[in-house]
């Protein structure tokens, strides 16, 4: 069951703020992936291959799916002929595989960069340094959409903003040094979506909020 009221209360906050959302439907059955579709929906987030593979092939051809999840490289051909955007890259093995595999496809793949903003070791990403060492150009199948950050796990709303406002600024910095189009800050999840968008990011990934607890 999806909770149509926070549906349409969430996608009515962000609309002013030209913040995209990406429903996470992780764990959850493809009716309520359905429900939403109804509502109007077409972003859809997945964390785990297998299970996003299933899904694509039974719902609506429309439907644009992120991988959100940490990705191993093994993976990415079982959704490089489909997926929308990645948004979990977090290493150059997995980019190289990645636009090994989109050159297989014939298509570009859209990706985000992830940034370790979190105090978690647990957390995937690129630091600063590393994203400055990057060579765009070795992965020419690949398009770089902008950057994707998951705060610290805490209620201290102080913390988590200062990592948005770093990713933030990371961003900006990207942004100009390339000035090449990186439009997509992805952070933000169903606990700090809203703390998210005020420090600029304009894609949101919301889950338990949508569909209830996992
Ligand atoms: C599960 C997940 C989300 C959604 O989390 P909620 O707290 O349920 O909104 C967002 N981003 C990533 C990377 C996730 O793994």
Redo the contacts with the bound molecule.
Sequence with gaps: MIDTDAYKKITETLKPLQTLLVA?S?LKPVSDIQEMYALGQRDF?E?YIQELAEKQALLPADIRWHA??HLQTNKVKYIASFVQLIQ?VDSEKLLKEIDKQAAKNNRKINCLLQVHIAEEETKFGFNEAELAELNFSAYPNVVFCGLMG?ATFTDDKEKVKKEFLYLKNIFDKMKEKFSKDMPILSMG???DYLLAAACGSNMV?????LFGKR
């Design positions: 996470v992780k987030g964390n959100i999840g979990s998951m999840m169903s606990d990934r919301i889950g338990s909020l």
